[in-house]
């Protein structure tokens, strides 16, 4: 059983020791962060019931995510080497709950393991059915992003950037849209919070390169202009607790 305790010093605030038995493990590597303001009363009408849009820097922020998962295991013996390693492209919300947690509402997540889709889809997660994969340039001025091609609907996504690998985002609103531990989640009538915890992880600045995104536009959302946040993480391992239903929900 993984415990993470906050032994770790910096700024970036301690992911939560999540008692056993363990949901799920995995790897998140290679993520490319990017965010847009979005007014709060814009960002209220996707949150579950007992949550609420969780507001800093006077907005509600929006993001579009990209990383690559691998080592998936079901609490701590399954592995799943296939359907556990893949590409995957998200839109997400950021979420307060009337309980206290604080975490993310996902408006879609791409993917290309239908299995993983499916699964994810006949309990409510919004994953959709994609061709995704990385766009990486090794060398001295390194790049990475992701391109997105729905196999069904409309929305696709191509976004890359270059990121600053000597210096750290520690400022405070990095620091907000990237340490989220956990996603609520509405399903069956209730709304639920899934913890997720992870050791602090790399997070550097970067700069956009390329971006034509229709993502963000497919769930119903407008935004102007480049992205207002750029980041990059080489990634982090990730545990996941177990659900629990978000009290006044």
């Known amino acids: ?9 910096g700024p970036w605030p301690a992911g939560p020791a999540l008692p056993g038995p363990l949901v ?5 590597s290679e993520a490319v962060i990017l965010h847009w303001r979005i007014p709060a009363s814009v960002a ?19 993001g579009l995510i990209g990383f690559r998962m691998s080592g ?14 893949f590409t995957e492209v998200n839109v997400r919300l950021y979420s307060r709950g009337a309980d206290g947690t604080r975490g993310v509402v996902f408006l879609s997540l791409d993917a290309s393991r239908l299995p993983v889709v499916l699964a994810a889809r006949s309990v409510g997660v919004p994953y959709v059915w994609s061709r995704c994969r990385p766009t990486v340039t090794a060398g001295p001025d390194p790049v990475c992003g ?19 690998l000597q210096q750290q985002a520690d400022d405070e609103l990095s620091l907000e849209l990237t340490a989220r531990f956990g996603a609520h ?3 069956a009538g209730a709304t639920l919070f899934l913890p997720i915890s992870h050791r602090p ?12 995104d229709g993502l963000l536009d497919a769930v119903g959302l407008q935004v102007e202009g480049p992205p207002e946040s750029v980041l990059f993480s ?16």
């Open 1 to 9: 059983m993984h415990r993470y305790h906050p032994d770790e010093a």
């Open 24 to 28: 799920m493990e995995q790897s998140w």
């Open 44 to 62: 209220a009408v996707y949150m579950p019931p007992g949550v609420e849009s969780d507001v800093f820097h006077g907005s509600a922020w929006v």
């Open 72 to 85: 998936t295991r079901l609490g701590a013996v399954m592995p799943l080497p296939y359907l556990g390693s």
């Open 146 to 164: 992701y391109q997105v091609r729905r196999f069904r609907g409309h929305g696709g996504s191509s976004f890359t950037v270059r990121p600053d």
């Open 185 to 187: 989640h509405r399903i």
């Open 201 to 212: 992880w790399p997070l550097h600045p970067a700069a956009l390169v390329g971006l034509e």
């Open 234 to 249: 080489p990634g982090v391992d990730t545990v996941f607790g177990r659900p629990w239903t978000v009290r006044g929900a």
